[in-house]
Every structure is written in C-alpha cells, then in structure tokens.
C-alpha cells in the first residue's frame, strides 16, 4: 500500500483500544506467554498467534470454537455487564442501552466476524425488545440477524463462520428442549445434575448443527466435545471475565493488572492442561471425508423432523422416507460412475498425481511435492481426497529420484490420515514403512482390466516410469526419468494416449518424447521450460503450475473423453 486516506475517528479509536489491550495482557502477564496468547486468542479472537500444536490440540478436544469470538463471547460479555449494572442499581432501561453499546463495542475490537455480529444483532435485539416491553420471538430475531448480515454482504453467506454461527445456535434452541425432555431434566432436583444436564444438551445441539459443515470444510471431527465442553465452556466464561476486569484495571494501573494476570493465568494454565488431556485420548478424533451436498441437505432435512416423530405422522414418515431416498440417490450416482477411469495431476512444486480407478481403488503417483514449510501431503492431497469421498488407498508408486526430509513428511502425513495398502519404490530410499521394491517390467494387476507396469529398471537413474493400462487406453508417467531410462524402456511400448513429466527437463528433451510416445494429451508437471513446446503438433499440453490440477477421465471400454476438466486447487 503507497498511499490512502487517514481512518476516521471511529476505526481509529476502535484500532487504539484493540492495541491497548492487546499490550495491558502482554505486560501483565509477562512470565506466562503461553497464556498471554490463549487469552488472547480467547478474548480477542487472535487464534493465528498461537503455535499449531497448540491450535490443534483445540481443534482434536473439541473446543476450537473458544478461540474465535463468537456467540458464547458475545453472550459472556452481554451477560457480565447486564448484570454489572443491575447489581449496581443502574436504572433497568438504561443498563440495557449500555449493555449494548458495550456489546457492539466489543464486536468492532474484536474484528467483527460474521459470528460477532451475528451474535451482536441477536443480543441487540433481545435488549431492544426488553427495552420496548415487546415480546421476544427468537426465530425471528434469528432471521432479522442473518437479513442484516447478508444484506450488507451477501457473499458471507459462503464463510464458514457464518454458516457455523446459524448452524450451531439453531441446533441449540431447536435441539436442546428434546434433549433435556429425553434426561428428564425438569424432574431432577440437584442443582449440580441440573446444571450439567443443560450444559450437555447446549453442547448436543450445537454439535449436532455444526458436525457436518465441520466435516464438510475441515475432514476432522472431535468425539469427546459432548465431554470436553461442560468444564471448558465455565473456565473461558471465567477467563473472558477475569481478562476483561484485568483490561479495565490496565488502563488505570498496571499493577493491578498484574494481579487479576497471575489469578487468570493459574485458570488459563487449567485450561491448557485440560484441554491437552481431551486432546491426547486416542479416540479424541477422526478423520473424515467431505460429505455431499446431497448428504448436508438430507441430513438437516432429518434433524428437522426428528423431534417431531412422537406427535406427528408425516415426521414419523419422513425419518424413514429420507434415509431412503438418500441411498437410492446415491447408489445411482455409483452405478452411473461405474467403470469411470480418472486421473488427476496436482498443482504442486513436484509430481503428484492421483488415479481413481474403477472399483474404488484409488493409487497416488509421487514423484515429489511441495514447497518449504508447505507440507503438500496435509494441506493439499489430503483435502483433495477428503473431498473425493475418499478413505483408503491401495497404492502409492514413489517415482522421484531421490526424497528429502519434506518428502518424508508429506508421506508420512499421508500414511497418518489414510488406510494405504501397498507402497512401492525404486529401492533406494531410506525410509523405513513396510515398502517394496518396483522390478523392472513388473506388472501390479488391479483387476477389470487395470494395471501399471514398471518400465524403467530399478536404480536407473533413481528415477521410476510407469505406465497404466485399462483396455486400449494407456497413460504414461514419465516423471523425472532421463534420457537412458526412455532409450532402455523404449522396447517396453512407448506409445500412450496420456503422457506426464516433469517441467524440469529442457525443451528439445520434452520434444523428444513427445515425438517418442505421440501421446492425445501431455500433462506437464510444474512450469513448461519455453511457451514454444506449448504448440507441439497432434498434442495438447497442458501445465499444471499454468492450468491449474488436471483432471483425465475414461469412459469404460479404454476411450479418453475428448475434453480434459480442468480443476483448480481450492
């Protein structure tokens, strides 16, 4: 940015008092640093300044949403200054006025997240209708929130926070009632039964309007949030409230600041370590595929209808119909896509490729991928394949010539989140997982028709060439192999419809196997080494860092389609 206009008062004021809490908790709690940036990401919603280790620790115990200001903060807040002014006997009306002020506020410093907000409109208009002497119908306040939201910004309708926020707080106020009518909960008499009841059913509904749309963008879900939840929900209500009096006290002294610190920090330091004990259980989460759009919208058609079977006929019909209806649809898809080969090269710095092939076997050609301090294995195939509804592999083919330690990690991020069934390579990697050695001319049969066969001798080069072959169709994955292994696999059957290799090799050696193999399609991986080679006769080459991830998908009976998809990496 070179120029621009001053901010106004507003935002500047509102950016002032962001950095001025920001360094009341640095200073006051100086020797606990850790904690500093959990209050922080508590309070403030700063999550991205804590390690990810940490992050994920919140992420597996089911207690990530404490680290992003939404209504739970709001309602704290909202909560603590309500009555603030009540206990001291501030007049009703106008206790509610700065109540909301304080709210609104709050959500500005706070970045004003479509949660925040949404969480703001809602308590506002809670308070404006006690103000008001109206009735309070929540549904309505609820679509008067999300008719403001997307009116200012209707794009927000695609953020996931405001997908979340709506999702979750609607679980509660629709699911909550039944679960707490299943437990009895008006006839309990202990307060402590009581209160730990209410806080699982809270917990039940929200999970249960969140868990898909978690699972749709996330592919990780918790199973001990039902359990983690009823302990930490009351500390970060303590910790919000402690960090707000130390906020308050800092703008006066620092001293007493440093005292509510070392307090808030003993309960910041419990609810690290509880939620590092959630977090460390092996069954804290699991991994998961991406659900359809076909499954989210089945799935809250029957949340819909389920606590309604016990006084409704056509509910009690529905909760059968839609389950139903959902299998049909999709053992159809399967039936349609049975027999589809298809084969995607990713956009990565390297080589990996994914092949789908008919039965539900899926194999992963690596030949080396991603960039520094991008772990390619965990922040791209795994999304990629969470996203094809897919859970096991029966293959990885390890093509490269040689593999660093960032290699290692991406395979192993792989093997972590993925049921791989074999692992194959040219014998002269030194990692150690149960992997088998590729043999010159070996053929691996998948069945129907499928196989991939090793052309280039085992140590060549270092480097492994492939070539799949279902009916008449072939697709050859040269990968990074060099001229002596093309001239010793030539007798092998250079020939193929599909060609892939790497962007690395210099432009008369990529013209040179084009003209060897006369594939339809070229797939470059990574950068094409001139625009020229672009425009080679009879071929359509496309690159992937230029392209974007390219799809191939096969027909059955061998025949490529004649138009590629391209796919760009999301």
Known sequence: KIEGNPPGFLPAMIAGLHRRIDSIITEAMPEAKLEAMVLKGVMLGRRKELPQEVQDMFVASGVVHTLAVSGLHVGLVAAMFFWFFRFIRFPRKAGYILSMVVVILYVLITGARPSAVRAAIMVGAGLGAMILDRDRHIYNIIALAALIILV?????????????????????LYLMPCVLKAFNHGKVKNRVVRWVLACFAVTAGAQAGVYPIIAFYFNKISLVSLASNIVAVPLVGIIVGLGFVMSIAGFVSILPAKIIGMVNGLFISIFIRYVSAFASLPFAFKYVVSPS????????????????????????????????????????????????????????????THIGLPGNKNLLVYGGGGAPKFNAGKNLVAPYLWRKGIKRIAAIYLTGRNYNERHEDTLKAILERFKVRNIYYNGNLDIDCGMKVLKYERVVEYGGGSSMSVLSPEGQEGAVMLKLKRGDF???FAGEAGRNALKKAAGGGMKCDVLQLTGSGKKSFLKEILDKTSPKYAIISGKLPDDEISRHEGVEIYSTSRDGAVTVKVKPGGRVQSRIFKVRNE
């Open 152 to 172: 200012i910004n209707p794009g927000t309708l695609f953020d996931v926070g405001f997908q979340m926020s709506f999702a979750a707080v609607l679980g509660i």
């Open 293 to 352: 759009l076909l499954f989210l919208a089945m799935y809250y058609l029957f949340l819909v209808f389920l606590p309604r079977v016990k006084r409704n006929r056509n509910a009690r019909r529905a909760v059968v119909v839609i389950p139903v209806v959902y299998l049909i649809i999709f053992m159809a898809g399967r039936v349609l896509n049975k027999g589809v080969l298809s084969i995607t090269f990713l956009d990565v710095k390297g080589s990996i």
């Open 474 to 476: 072939h697709a050859l």
